[in-house]
């Protein structure tokens, strides 16, 4: 069935240094996508968004870029401090399909002082 | 705005029994979705209510079932639970129409 998928399991950054996760989806009906947070213990918190209509989409630290060409989506943090070690998923869904979100296994992010 | 709460925290039930999760949406929000996330994985969609009926699910067995109340908010029940019904069970709540989805802090469900 169609998924999302994370390349890399694991990624370890030191403190202050940029942070790219990366994501590959395979629905190209799909036309929204999120990053999510997730703490231990803890729910998924929403970082940022972006649809399929757009590029490359920006927040406080946190870009997202989109390219619908290889289905390929990726989270860069900027100046990656510690309190952004966590486990961060990207999810995607489709207009037509209810806003059911479809969730990829996720990138441990540690960061090394 | 307390945002999507969910009870109980923890909870740990044997092999058959059945239990009930419950869910608060945030202030404003309609729709809840239900999500089981297994140690170490993404989170998997269950089903979503609106309206109090039932608007999408996804593949979970029958023993998985919901409800939704005048005041949105939600129940998940799970019948004849398995070991592998372990998990944190998730609650999103979203205003229907959008795409944003709200989590709440979980449930931990352990099958002994």
């Known amino acids: ?113 | 705005d307390a945002g999507v709460t969910q009870s109980p925290t923890h909870l740990i039930k044997t092999r058959g029994q059945q239990v009930t999760l419950r869910c608060s949406p945030k202030s404003g929000h309609d729709t809840v979705s239900w999500y089981q996330q297994a140690l170490g994985q993404g989170p998997q969609f269950i089903f979503q209510y609106y309206e109090e009926e039932e608007r999408q699910r996804g593949n979970f067995p029958d023993r998985f079932s919901g409800h939704q109340f005048p005041n949105y908010s939600s129940e998940l029940n799970v019948n004849a639970l398995l070991l592998g019904d372990s998990a944190l069970y998730l609650c999103a709540s979203s205003l229907t129409g959008t795409h944003e989805q709200f989590f709440g802090p979980g449930t931990r469900l352990t099958v002994l």
């Open chain 1, 1 to 113: 069935g169609e998924s999302v998928g994370l390349h890399l399991p694991t990624l370890s950054v030191q403190e202050g240094d940029n942070s790219i996760i990366n994501c590959a989806y395979s629905n190209s009906a799909s036309d929204y996508f999120i990053w999510y947070k997730q703490e231990s213990g803890k729910g998924p918190q929403f970082i940022i968004d972006i649809r399929s209509n757009m590029d490359k989409r920006q927040g406080q630290r946190v870009t997202v870029l989109l390219n619908k060409t290889v289905k390929h989506l990726s989270l860069q943090i900027a100046a990656t401090q510690p309190g952004d070690s966590a486990v961060y998923f990207c999810a995607e869904s489709f207009t037509g399909g209810g806003n059911k979100l479809t969730f990829g296994t996720g990138t441990q992010l540690k960061v090394e002082l």
